[in-house]
């Protein structure tokens, strides 16, 4: 059975003998604002503690993987706002260029930020019958902001992002599949099961690396996520968008 390494504030982190670590979320809509920030931040502090060779699972519990930015913290916070999304944006930046292999495991839905945290894995795996995936800004009158725009263009074709981000389609797990958003959809009960056989084929004795390097795989994922990975740690929510960082 998986040991409990971290657990604060809904946020729990569980380590597997087999070097597969699984973040959970379970904060109800799991509504990105400062709090859940400071739990992934240490959540995230563990896991890069962790020896390898490893991957990283992360999943939530009930009906959102992430319901996307706190909506009701922003409204009463406008000074904070941009504070938060920027320590978020670095969560982001974090688990894309991770040394190890990341993978998301979409129970609900994921619209916006939760959409984003998808999209910083590696890979995507989405329960069927039930969530949709979306970028919500065109609904709610927002600019999508640099470092959301950057990684957004880092992982989705055009086509699916003039579809997705021009017209706020939401996209079920089917739809997601084609779109390329997510690699593998499959019924609830067979998530994480799917999920952990897509983190245990990334470890570097199944991959048949004769010489793997953490730092390396590191470097090769800023080099291929270059502007995503700038815009996400040089970026401001101000940065107008028409910049290049």
Same mark, same amino acid.
């Given at each position: 059975?998986?040991?409990?390494?971290?657990?604060?504030?809904?946020?729990?982190?569980?380590?597997?003998?087999? $070097?597969?670590?699984?973040?959970?979320?379970?904060? $109800?809509?799991?509504?990105?604002?400062?709090?859940?920030? &400071?739990?992934?931040?240490?959540?995230?502090?563990?896991?890069?503690?962790?020896? #390898?060779?490893?991957?990283? /699972?992360? &999943? =939530?519990?009930?009906?959102?993987?992430?319901?996307?930015?706190?909506?009701?913290?922003?409204?009463?916070?406008?000074?904070?706002?941009?504070?938060? /999304?920027?320590?978020?944006?670095?969560?982001?930046?974090? /688990?894309?260029?991770?040394?190890?292999?990341?993978?998301?495991?979409?129970?609900? #839905?994921?619209?916006?930020?939760?959409?984003?945290?998808?999209?910083?894995?590696?890979?995507?795996?989405?329960?069927?019958?039930?969530?949709?995936?979306?970028?919500?800004?065109?609904?709610?009158?927002?600019?999508?902001?640099?470092?959301?725009?950057?990684?957004?263009?880092?992982?989705?074709?055009?086509?699916?992002?003039?579809?997705?981000?021009?017209?706020?389609?939401?996209?079920?797990?089917?739809?997601?599949?084609?779109?390329?958003?997510?690699?593998?959809?499959?019924?609830?009960?067979?998530?994480?099961?799917?999920?952990?056989?897509?983190?245990? =084929?990334?470890?570097?004795?199944?991959? $048949?690396?004769?010489?793997?390097?953490?730092?390396?795989?590191?470097? /090769?994922?800023?080099?291929?996520? &270059?502007?995503?990975?700038?815009?996400?740690?040089?970026?401001?929510?101000?940065? #107008?968008?028409?910049?290049?960082?």
């Amino acid at each position: 059975m998986a040991e409990l390494i971290f657990d604060d504030d809904g946020i729990t982190l569980r380590a597997a003998a087999d $070097g597969i670590l699984t973040l959970r979320m379970n904060r $109800g809509q799991n509504a990105v604002n400062p709090a859940l920030i &400071t739990s992934l931040s240490a959540a995230l502090d563990k896991v890069d503690q962790a020896d #390898h060779p490893k991957s990283l /699972i992360i &999943t =939530a519990e009930g009906k959102f993987f992430s319901n996307g930015l706190d909506l009701e913290f922003m409204m009463s916070n406008a000074v904070g706002t941009p504070i938060m /999304i920027e320590s978020f944006w670095k969560i982001l930046a974090r /688990i894309l260029v991770m040394d190890c292999r990341t993978v998301a495991a979409i129970n609900g #839905h994921g619209f916006g930020a939760g959409l984003f945290l998808a999209l910083a894995c590696d890979f995507r795996v989405m329960r069927t019958s039930r969530g949709y995936l979306c970028w919500p800004e065109l609904n709610l009158g927002m600019r999508l902001a640099k470092g959301f725009s950057e990684l957004s263009k880092a992982k989705a074709s055009q086509a699916t992002l003039r579809e997705g981000v021009l017209t706020g389609k939401r996209y079920n797990s089917s739809e997601a599949l084609k779109a390329g958003l997510v690699d593998v959809e499959c019924p609830i009960e067979n998530l994480i099961e799917e999920a952990a056989e897509m983190a245990v =084929a990334g470890l570097p004795e199944n991959l $048949g690396l004769a010489n793997f390097d953490p730092e390396a795989l590191k470097l /090769i994922k800023v080099e291929l996520y &270059t502007d995503a990975y700038r815009a996400l740690t040089l970026g401001t929510v101000a940065t #107008h968008a028409h910049s290049r960082l």
